[in-house]
C-alpha cells in the first residue's frame, strides 16, 4: 500500500500542470509542504459557486480580499491564508497593484505575496485571480493614471509580480473622464487578444461611464465590463464621511442598470468595517467609522439584525454578507478580508449559515434597492 502511495504521488507530480516538479530552486521542506497543502485541498471541502455572467468564471460566494497583504499582514501570514481559503472552498482572490504602495518605495507588497504563493500552487487553472491597476499615486490623487501606457504598465508588472501568464479579471481602479471611454475599451481588448487578462471590469467608475463604455463594446461587437466592483454592504453609507470620495457606491440607479445589462457585481466593504457586530459588541467606534454609517437607515438595519441575531444560531456577519451574495438580479460577490484563521472560517461559513428567509426579506426591503424603482 505504502508503495502505491509513493506511486501515485509521484504520478501526480509528473502529470500536474504546474505541479512541484515544475518549480526550480524550490528546497525540500517547502515542495513537501506545498504539494501536503495541495493534496489536503483535492480532498477537502467543496464550495458552491456562482457563475459570471458573460463569462467563463466560476467563483466561489465570497472573494478574498487582500488589501493588507504584505502590509499589516505579514507576508507569511498572508502566504498561510490564502492556502487555508483554498482549503476552505474558496477559489476566488481579489488584489490590486496599488495595495501595500501606500508610500514611496514600498511597492505592491500585496501582489508580491500573492506571486510567492502563486508560483507554487500546482493548478493555477482552479483559481480565478482578479487584480487592479491604473490608481493614481497616493500623492496625488487628483492625476488619473488611466493611459493606454500606464495601463500597460501597471498590467505587465502585476504579472510579473504575480508569477502568471494572465489575470482572469482585470479591473481599471480608477478612471480619467477625460479620455473617450471607447479608447480604454479598445485598449483592454487588445490585452485580451495577447492573452493577458481574460475579462475586464471597472472598479470607482461613475455609471455614466460605465453605461459610455459598455454602449460603445456594444456597438462594436466587443467583450466591454463584465464586472463592477464598487463600495457595497448591508449597511448604508454616509457619502460626506468617506475620507475618499472618489469611491462609488452602489446606489439605485447602478442597480437598476446592473439588473437590466447582467453585469456581474463585486462589492469592497462588505461588512461595513463591521458596524454591526463591533456596535452589538458594545465596541467604542472610532470617528471615521461613525461618519460614514451612524443614522436611522443602519439603526433600523442593527435592530432587525439584534432581534434575528439573539438565539446565537447565526451572526450579523452571516446576514450582511448572504444579503450580497443573494436575492440579486444579477451575480453578486463580496469582498471580505481577515486578520486570522478564525475570521476567514467564520466568513466561509456565512456561505451556508442558517439564516431566516424572512428577516432577509426584510433586510433587503430596507435596504430600498429594487427593479421595480
Same mark, same amino acid.
Given at each position: 500500500?505504502?508503495?502505491?502511495?509513493?506511486?501515485?504521488?509521484?504520478?501526480?507530480?509528473?502529470?500536474?500542470?504546474?505541479?512541484?516538479?515544475?518549480?526550480?530552486?524550490?528546497?525540500?521542506? @517547502?515542495?513537501?509542504?506545498?504539494?501536503?497543502?495541495?493534496?489536503?485541498?483535492?480532498?477537502?471541502?467543496?464550495?458552491?459557486?456562482?457563475?459570471?455572467?458573460?463569462?467563463?468564471?466560476?467563483?466561489?460566494?465570497?472573494?478574498?480580499?487582500?488589501?493588507?497583504?504584505?502590509?499589516?499582514?505579514?507576508?507569511?501570514?498572508?502566504?498561510?491564508?490564502?492556502?487555508?481559503?483554498?482549503?476552505?472552498?474558496?477559489?476566488?482572490?481579489?488584489?490590486?497593484?496599488?495595495?501595500?504602495?501606500?508610500?514611496?518605495?514600498?511597492?505592491?507588497?500585496?501582489?508580491?505575496?500573492?506571486?510567492?504563493?502563486?508560483?507554487?500552487?500546482?493548478?493555477?487553472?482552479?483559481?480565478?485571480?482578479?487584480?487592479?491597476?491604473?490608481?493614481? @499615486?497616493?500623492?496625488?490623487?487628483?492625476?488619473?493614471?488611466?493611459?493606454?501606457?500606464?495601463?500597460?504598465?501597471?498590467?505587465?508588472?502585476?504579472?510579473?509580480?504575480?508569477?502568471?501568464?494572465?489575470?482572469? %479579471?482585470?479591473?481599471?481602479?480608477?478612471?480619467?473622464?477625460?479620455?473617450?471611454?471607447?479608447?480604454?475599451?479598445?485598449?483592454?481588448?487588445?490585452?485580451?487578444?495577447?492573452?493577458?487578462?481574460?475579462?475586464?471590469?471597472?472598479?470607482?467608475?461613475?455609471?455614466?461611464?460605465?453605461?459610455?463604455?459598455?454602449?460603445?463594446?456594444?456597438?462594436?461587437?466587443?467583450? !466591454?465590463?463584465?464586472?463592477?466592483? %464598487?463600495?457595497?454592504?448591508?449597511?448604508?453609507?454616509?457619502?460626506?464621511?468617506?475620507?475618499?470620495?472618489?469611491?462609488?457606491?452602489?446606489?439605485?440607479?447602478?442597480?437598476?442598470?446592473? !439588473?437590466?445589462?447582467?453585469?456581474?457585481?463585486?462589492?469592497?466593504?462588505?461588512?461595513?468595517?463591521?458596524?454591526?457586530?463591533?456596535?452589538?459588541?458594545?465596541?467604542?467606534?472610532?470617528?471615521?467609522?461613525?461618519?460614514?454609517?451612524?443614522?436611522?437607515?443602519?439603526?433600523?438595519?442593527?435592530?432587525?439584525?439584534?432581534?434575528?441575531?439573539?438565539? !446565537?444560531?447565526?451572526?450579523?456577519?452571516?446576514?450582511?454578507?448572504?444579503?450580497?451574495?443573494?436575492?440579486?438580479?444579477?451575480?453578486?460577490?463580496?469582498?471580505?478580508?481577515?486578520?486570522?484563521?478564525?475570521?476567514?472560517?467564520?466568513?466561509?461559513?456565512?456561505?451556508?449559515?442558517?439564516?431566516?428567509?424572512?428577516?432577509?426579506?426584510?433586510?433587503?426591503?430596507?435596504?430600498?434597492?429594487?427593479?421595480?424603482?
Amino acid at each position: 500500500m505504502f508503495i502505491l502511495f509513493q506511486k501515485s504521488i509521484r504520478f501526480l507530480r509528473a502529470t500536474t500542470a504546474g505541479s512541484i516538479a515544475a518549480f526550480g530552486g524550490i528546497d525540500r521542506f @517547502r515542495s513537501k509542504h506545498i504539494f501536503f497543502n495541495w493534496f489536503r485541498w483535492k480532498g477537502g471541502k467543496e464550495m458552491k459557486k456562482i457563475k459570471f455572467l458573460n463569462t467563463e468564471l466560476s467563483v466561489a460566494p465570497l472573494c478574498l480580499g487582500t488589501v493588507n497583504y504584505g502590509s499589516a499582514m505579514p507576508e507569511k501570514e498572508a502566504i498561510h491564508q490564502l492556502s487555508r481559503y483554498v482549503e476552505l472552498g474558496g477559489n476566488f482572490i481579489d488584489t490590486a497593484h496599488i495595495y501595500g504602495d501606500w508610500e514611496p518605495g514600498m511597492g505592491p507588497l500585496s501582489e508580491t505575496a500573492i506571486g510567492k504563493w502563486l508560483k507554487e500552487f500546482p493548478e493555477r487553472d482552479r483559481l480565478v485571480i482578479s487584480t487592479k491597476g491604473a490608481h493614481p @499615486r497616493m500623492q496625488t490623487m487628483q492625476i488619473p493614471r488611466c493611459s493606454d501606457a500606464e495601463i500597460e504598465e501597471d498590467l505587465n508588472s502585476s504579472l510579473e509580480l504575480l508569477h502568471t501568464d494572465y489575470v482572469d %479579471l482585470y479591473f481599471l481602479h480608477r478612471d480619467d473622464p477625460r479620455r473617450p471611454a471607447g479608447e480604454i475599451v479598445e485598449f483592454l481588448e487588445k490585452q485580451v487578444k495577447a492573452g493577458k487578462i481574460r475579462y475586464y471590469g471597472c472598479s470607482n467608475w461613475k455609471l455614466s461611464r460605465v453605461m459610455e463604455a459598455n454602449a460603445y463594446a456594444k456597438e462594436h461587437g466587443l467583450q !466591454g465590463f463584465v464586472c463592477n466592483q %464598487l463600495m457595497w454592504s448591508l449597511a448604508d453609507v454616509n457619502f460626506s464621511g468617506l475620507a475618499d470620495q472618489s469611491f462609488v457606491l452602489m446606489d439605485q440607479e447602478t442597480y437598476s442598470y446592473q !439588473g437590466r445589462a447582467g453585469l456581474n457585481a463585486m462589492a469592497y466593504m462588505s461588512v461595513a468595517k463591521g458596524y454591526f457586530t463591533r456596535r452589538a459588541a458594545g465596541e467604542a467606534l472610532p470617528k471615521s467609522v461613525t461618519d460614514v454609517y451612524d443614522g436611522e437607515a443602519n439603526d433600523q438595519i442593527f435592530s432587525l439584525l439584534k432581534k434575528a441575531c439573539g438565539d !446565537g444560531e447565526c451572526s450579523m456577519m452571516d446576514y450582511a454578507l448572504r444579503y450580497l451574495m443573494e436575492g440579486h438580479p444579477f451575480p453578486s460577490v463580496p469582498i471580505a478580508s481577515f486578520d486570522n484563521d478564525e475570521q476567514l472560517a467564520a466568513g466561509m461559513g456565512s456561505v451556508e449559515a442558517p439564516v431566516d428567509p424572512q428577516v432577509m426579506e426584510a433586510l433587503r426591503r430596507a435596504k430600498k434597492l429594487s427593479m421595480d424603482c
